[in-house]
């Protein structure tokens, strides 16, 4: 148990809890500021990395990403002096990747010069649409021509972009969706997060669907269909799928992303940051103050953080199955039952083998194509016992 996380690797998770506006289907952690201190932003980033860095000595970083809300409206110095801070307790891995989300507008682009020089070598771009009459449907405060200079401007400053689109769009057609991720696929691009429009509760599209303000979204079998045509466009242009909504060229995939989904361990530190470290024979589960105001206040007392909780074995079992099965690469069932105690029966596998949902392959299971589409019944025919 206590190397299970090398398994993963370890990496830093920032969350940038501000934006500039809420978009209304955003169920992130992300607020509206005008005026923000980053000085003593850095401060408090600073004094939980010192903590953190006390409990994981000697371990090697992976990867850093700064997430939000919207990173790219943090200044240079500020993502600087966080990469800096972290360099100072942890060994950096030699091949680092450390990337940061960002917004296409210009004033976000005129910046990508100055976080290269920080130290970010990776970003990923919030584009979500390509199209302007989605773009402000979806509450965005960019143009499809920002997004594209941004793009161009990304590429010149870093060697590895990726962007994000939302699919499933109201009154969106599959051939809309096919013509325009074919677009996205001529942009150069070597990483693609793809995502169907997902109606949350509690944001600005939650509240008009239930009120039923929120017309021509499409049916849950063209929803799926578009997500087929989604992995036969991409795998076609060479970019197949590597997890349920990403999508990469070999070699570019997320590797950050990629540690949550191996089950590594990660630290994170901001407002709402979720974190997993195994310390000694356990494994714990972070979580920090959702409020801005309050989570400063309580890093600057000495911890950010609202939880810090032991997992049990089945909680454990269930993450690594959870994460694990999103994967093309899949689950390794010895790990799965070292972690939680337990093993997965063979007749629920032979099961879901004959009904076409996994494939084996020794001590490693995955979801089919038509596992994946289905793949919160696969979980819970696999965790039934647990």
């Not at 979806?138 to 590429?155: C, M, N, P, Y």
Request: hydrophobic letters at 40%; a negative charge.
């Amino acid at each position: 148990m206590e190397n299970d996380w090398r398994n993963g690797g370890f990496g830093l998770y920032v969350h940038w809890p501000f934006c500039e506006a809420k978009c209304p289907y955003c169920d992130f952690n992300s607020h509206v500021s005008q005026n923000i201190d980053q000085r003593r932003w850095v401060a408090a980033y600073e004094m939980e990395l010192v903590r953190y860095a006390q409990e994981t000595p000697g371990r090697v970083l992976n990867t850093i990403f700064f997430g939000g809300g919207t990173p790219s409206l943090m200044l240079p110095d500020t993502v600087a002096a966080v990469i800096d801070a972290a360099r100072r307790h942890w060994p950096f891995a030699n091949d680092i990747e450390i990337t940061l989300e960002a917004n296409p507008g210009s004033v976000e682009a005129g910046r990508f010069a100055g976080y290269r020089d920080a130290g970010v070598n990776r970003v990923s771009l919030g584009v979500q649409a390509l199209h302007d009459r989605d773009l402000k449907r979806l509450g965005r405060i960019h143009s499809v021509a920002e997004a594209r200079k941004a793009f161009d401007t990304a590429r010149h400053a870093f060697d590895r972009v990726s962007f994000d689109l939302i699919y499933a769009r109201q009154d969106q057609t599959l051939q809309d969706w096919s013509a325009e991720l074919t677009e996205a696929l001529s942009m150069a691009v070597d990483h693609l997060s793809l995502y169907q429009l997902t109606i949350e509760s509690g944001t600005a599209f939650g509240d008009r669907y239930a009120r039923g303000g929120l017309r021509g979204l499409p049916e849950d079998d063209l929803a799926a269909d578009m997500y087929l045509a989604t992995q036969d466009i991409c795998a076609g242009h060479g970019l197949p799928a590597y997890e349920i909504s990403n999508h990469a060229r070999p070699g570019a995939e997320s590797r950050h992303n990629l540690t949550y989904w191996r089950y590594g361990d990660y630290v994170g530190i901001g407002p709402g940051a979720h974190g997993r470290l195994t310390l000694g024979s356990k494994k714990v589960a972070t979580e920090t103050h959702l409020a801005p105001g309050k989570w400063l206040e309580a890093a600057e007392a000495g911890s950010g953080e609202s939880l810090w909780q032991p997992l049990t074995p089945q909680d454990m079992g269930y993450e690594h199955a959870v994460m694990g099965m999103r994967l093309v690469e899949g689950l390794d069932l010895a790990r799965h039952e070292a972690l939680s105690g337990r093993a997965i029966p063979e007749k629920t596998l032979v099961d879901l083998e004959d009904m076409g949902m996994i494939g084996r392959n020794g001590q490693v299971i995955h979801a089919t194509e038509a596992g994946r589409a289905v793949l919160n019944a696969v979980l819970r025919q696999l965790l039934a016992d647990a």
